[in-house]
């Protein structure tokens, strides 16, 4: 039929073969394309295409449209000029017909009915297209130059109301399907297509192809009767991610990086969101040393400090295919002193030890659009087997500390032993945390926000429009999160300065993934408020009410079935553990319900259970090898918890079941002092040995996890308790602030003794406020020194 269209047109168009325009414009020669004497002239108009040829324009009922620029050639296939054109339109015979769609004869203005002409009373032709509601398809066909271009279809349909992208019918139903699909079609077996159709509730793998296919409906439903697909025309797919799916002008898609998309679909001079299409999730991504023997590859390593160490990831999808070219996130869990980079390689810069692990994290990776996190896989994170790295040597250590009830810092360099020139802060600081790349200590007030250059121990930046508590900086040293216990928020908070988000309640802790994009907050409610005369914090009161943000789904409140006081994330990041009356863990696994015909998300928890043991914990902390968690109380007597525990590092499961953290044990062991808090656990960056902080009166409680032996370490001198403390990067000492002497005492952590000779004194003078003066205002009292609740530290190489 359409080269009966062509056959037409050029009988009513075309110029008689052997007329030609022979000039003698100042002699210059005539070419003819065949070399010859006659024929086709060289530089005049030969072709004249309209695109699309096959697929052609879809218009609504009254719809106006507009013929794309034809474009004309000569018979070299250059370029050539034509002044001007007429558009025509036709039948499947060829014959004139301006009821189904109409064209404007000048300017190919398209009308999807019939233009008004000689309407008169000063109504300007082709500008009002009233519709005949006939169905049907038509060609226009564009002259000028003497030639006429190939006959494009425009097909006229009634309004549409719905794309759905899906599964095809088979081609042996097409004539009996009351609800045919889009492969139906006649205009579809024009288009040679080799790739097998895309069915709906699946994924392809990386390289594969699919045929996309889609009905189509008028009326707002998608009732079979009102299935309009064969009616019009090509549909055009785009994809709202490219990066997951490319698809060519047939509808064949390819897939591309791990996720989902919204895939729209084009016609009627429209856009409809017609589905989704799945690149297949990875299920597993592993890592190995390169070139070790043993049954899967070797997954621990001694490197030397300043040599760089090859990872070798292999990924693969649900399908087992191999995954490459994925934007995967390699993190540390100890970035100071063996960060990892980006492609996958490890070059230590300090001793010590640290886990590394390879994360695919939407949105980077694997990335889906909200409402469908879950399906088929995707918009879940997937994490990969540790690495343990181990650098031998030691460091030197720039240790600064500090006090709540002081207006000084003292740094100490141990590279010289010399403890150094005491820095007055602003205010009296009421927290205290470090970046990662040790440059930078953040210090919450009640009045300010501090930040103090630690390269040069200055104040280098003051923000009184936030002040509050500093509970924790994310290891990217971008975002700090801060509490104000009086205003009622939490803040995450540039490290550069100013807000970036905001949520209405008082966090007590907070815990940052290693790869800066999740961050878990306990909150709790304040029960006594914060007294400036005697620089007493306020009294808060843990809730059951937790706070996730993630740069993928923002801020999520997650309700506990017991107020947790602490938070710690596991290691390989996978969720947090929480401590409370009932030590709890969530992951980061949606856990998601999907529709019966395994086509759409119907409901996502974020953070499921995926842990609990009635066991108290006040505070927990995570061994960086993966294996332990501790927890500590002064509930029925002080006491430490050890979890031992196995997390799963594979794809996320459709629905996280409660017991998705396998606890291999659980030891509970006495703490052997009298604490009236715990302040902290501080396990040692190769897992070796932690100790327990606390407020009370008694030995240091060194625990190693994996004898599962408590050592009561004495404090030598008047010190009275350990109420804060800090592990040295290379493993070998920890740094602990101690009452009743107000000194930082230096324990050994090979033979868990405290070395007398090391004790700083640090002789912080404590703070007196002003009863009458503005808050924050006071003097400093020398003659008193207060207890170094504060310290952080930073490697620094043995020589200065």
């Not at 106006?64 to 620029?69: E, P, R």
């Not at 009233?130 to 049907?136: E, H, Q, S, V």
């Not at 079609?185 to 793998?205: E, K, M």
Request: hydrophobic share 35%; glycine share 10%; charged share 10%.
């Amino acid at each position: 039929m359409r080269r009966f269209v062509t056959l037409a047109v050029l009988l009513l168009f075309s110029i008689p073969f052997g007329i030609s325009v022979s000039g003698c414009s100042k002699g210059t020669p005539v070419v003819y394309c065949n070399g010859g004497s006659s024929g086709p002239i060289v530089g005049q108009p030969f072709a004249i295409t309209l695109q699309p040829r096959i697929f052609g324009i879809s218009l609504n009922f009254s719809q106006i449209g507009q013929v794309s620029a034809p474009s004309a050639t000569d018979c070299k296939g250059t370029a050539a000029t034509i002044s001007a054109y007429t558009y025509g339109i036709f039948d499947a015979n060829g014959r004139a017909d301006m009821t189904i769609a109409d064209v404007a004869p000048t300017t190919g203005k398209l009308c999807a009915g019939t233009w008004n002409r000689n309407s008169g009373a000063g109504i300007a032709d082709f500008t009002t297209c009233n519709p005949t509601n006939k169905t049907g398809e038509v060609f226009v066909v564009a002259t000028g130059g003497g030639v006429s271009s190939n006959p494009l279809p425009i097909f006229v349909h009634p309004v549409v109301t719905g794309v759905v992208l899906g599964n095809p019918t088979p081609t042996e139903n097409c004539s009996t399907d009351p609800d045919p699909s889009s492969n139906c079609c006649p205009l579809a077996a024009q288009a040679t297509v080799t790739a097998p159709p895309y069915l709906a509730g699946s994924c392809l793998s990386q390289g594969t192809t699919g045929q996309l296919v889609a009905r189509v409906y008028q009326n707002a439903t998608t009732n079979p009767a009102d299935n309009i697909t064969c009616q019009v025309g090509h549909l055009s797919y785009t994809a709202q991610t490219t990066g997951v799916v490319s698809i060519d002008e047939n509808g064949v898609a390819t897939a591309q990086a791990p996720g989902s998309t919204i895939v729209n679909a084009s016609l009627a001079n429209a856009a409809s969101s017609a589905g989704f299409f799945s690149t297949c999730p990875p299920a597993s991504i592993r890592l190995t040393i390169p070139n070790s023997t043993g049954t899967g590859g070797q997954t621990s390593v001694v490197v030397n400090q300043n040599n760089t160490q090859p990872i070798t990831t292999v990924v693969t999808d649900t399908n087992g295919t191999i995954l490459t070219g994925l934007s995967l996130e390699f993190v540390s869990t100890a970035p100071t002193t063996i960060p990892a980079a980006s492609g996958g390689t490890v070059t230590p810069l300090f001793p010590g030890a640290a886990s590394i692990t390879a994360i695919c994290q939407p949105p980077s990776c694997n990335s889906s659009s909200f409402n469908q996190i879950g399906l088929f896989g995707n918009g879940k994170p997937i994490t990969s087997n540790p690495i343990s790295v181990t650098t031998p040597g030691t460091n030197s250590t720039l240790l600064y500390i500090a006090s709540t009830k002081s207006r000084y810092m003292v740094p100490v360099d141990f590279t010289t032993n010399v403890i150094g020139q005491p820095l007055k802060l602003p205010f009296v600081p009421n927290s205290m945390v470090i970046s990662n790349d040790g440059s930078s200590i953040y210090m919450g007030s009640g009045n300010e926000i501090m930040v103090l250059n630690a390269l040069t121990n200055s104040v280098s930046r003051e923000d009184a429009t936030v002040k509050g508590l500093v509970l924790a900086v994310s290891p990217d040293g971008t975002t700090l999160v801060v509490t104000d216990p009086t205003l009622g928020q939490t803040y995450l908070y540039a490290s550069s300065g100013g807000v970036t988000s905001t949520y209405g309640g008082v966090a007590t802790h907070a815990s940052f993934s290693p790869d800066s994009q999740t961050v878990y907050i306990t909150t709790g409610t304040v029960t006594t408020p914060a007294n400036p005369l005697t620089l007493t914090p306020a009294v808060i009161t843990p809730s059951n009410q937790l706070l996730v943000h993630a740069a993928f789904t923002g801020w999520t409140l997650v309700s506990a079935t017991t107020p947790a006081s602490d938070v710690s994330v596991t290691v390989p990041s996978v969720g947090a553990y929480f401590a409370g009356a009932t030590t709890t863990a969530r992951s980061y696994c949606t856990s998601t319900t999907i529709s019966a015909d395994n086509l759409s998300v119907l409901n996502n928890e974020f953070y499921p259970l995926a842990d609990s043991a009635v066991v108290q914990t006040d505070r927990v902390a995570a061994t960086a090898d993966g294996k332990h968690i501790l927890g500590a109380t002064v509930a029925g007597g002080a006491t430490l918890a050890d979890f031992g525990v196995t997390l799963p590092v594979q794809s996320c499961p459709t629905t996280v079941p409660p017991n998705f953290f396998t606890r291999t044990s659980t030891t509970t062991v006495p703490l052997g002092v009298s604490a009236t808090a715990i302040t902290n656990i501080v396990p040692t960056p190769d897992s070796s040995v932690a100790i327990i902080t606390y407020t009370g009166s008694g030995v240091l409680p060194a625990y190693k996890p994996a004898t599962g032996v408590l050592t009561p370490v004495t404090l030598t001198g008047s010190a009275t308790a350990p109420v804060s403390g800090v592990a040295s990067a290379d493993d070998t000492t920890f740094f602990v602030g101690t009452s009743g002497d107000n000194a930082v005492h230096l324990i050994d952590t090979g033979t868990l003794t405290d070395n007398a000779k090391q004790t700083i004194l640090p002789n912080l003078p404590s703070f007196i406020p002003a009863p009458n003066g503005p808050t924050g205002s006071g003097t400093d009292n020398p003659a008193t020194n207060v207890t170094p609740d504060m310290l952080v530290q930073r490697p620094r190489r043995p020589t200065a």
